[in-house]
């Protein structure tokens, strides 16, 4: 009931008042969510929005350019995720998401004299595959592509990389685990 | 720089973008009260001129805090910055122009970051644990246990980035996302990436 009330709230303020969000049908969100900046986030059919299991409760989508777009597909489980974008960010059907953090930009230039002037910093599209699961305190930097079935095991770090199908990955940086593929 | 030229130069900068000026003033407003907040009821803590909060700020704890002029203090994904000491003796030292967003700070020894840091929700500790209030904190327990850090002027820290005990980094560094370093010293100008840290490149 709570829930249902606060998935409405959500739904009126970001889709109707503000025009920055598109929930899908039969999404509940049971957690405190933040949806910021000029760029468009759209949500499918059926996900989950939830808080961490220890108390960590903020889901936060923060787009930072005008082109940039969150993408999230049908029955998404989401749990205290950060979300930050420049480009463009895609998680495809039946993903779980635990409290990790996926970023498609480095957000700063490395050289500390160019800092404030110099603002071409290679940003790249995000994917992560239909039904991928990756874990808690993970991190999925610019270029990150993972494919379908590609489990990520926790606080593990990945950038500029393609994962093909069905592995697992984990450590800083991330390297291929064992194949768990059939064919 | 005469005062018309850092005039001309925060217009110019204002009107680049227009939606940041009034968090700005409030940034400051709200500043200036934590400043005074704490000149009231803890001397021990110094705050230079225009520091900025952006988000609620929290220091705990017996030992001096020492904040540079032009410092800036933000929430990072939600995370609040807060800077806790454990003895009488110890001590954080940030320097000008910092800009802390989500920092958690919990320090025995002392701790030292130089001018213009940019670090986002980075997690410095320079103990092996973290005290609790029943543990009797020595010089022998502090001699065993911890180690000072000290961090050059413009390092750049990525988000969940640790820095443990008796780290002690150069000039214009990167420390990447989700890194680890403990116990090692960097040259100015590295790269440094992955649990543990290890040096990959030069910024420049």
Redesign the interface.
Known sequence: MINQLRTLYYKMKYQFLLKKAALGKGTIIKCKCDIKGPGKVIIGENCLIAADPWGDEYVTLFTHRRHARIIIGDRVVIRATRFGSHLSITVQDDAIIENASIYDSDFHNIDATKRDKDFNLGDRKVIIGQSSYVGCECLASKGTVLGNNVTMLPASVIGTKIIPEGNTISGNPARIHKSTSTD | MSLSEKLKEKINHARSDPHEILPYILSLIRGKLFTLKMKAFAPRISIGSSFRARSAFRIKGPGKVIIGSNVTVDLS??RIPSIITHTKESCVIIKDGCYLGGVRISCVGSITIGE?G?LGSTTIIDSDIIPTPYMTLDDQWIAQHASPIEIGS?F?SG??AFILKGTKIGD?C?L?????VSEKTFPDRS?L???PARKIGS??
């Open positions: 994904f939600l213009e940019l413009h750049w988000t969940n214009e990167v990447g996302a989700g890194a680890m790269l990436i992955g649990n910024t420049r």
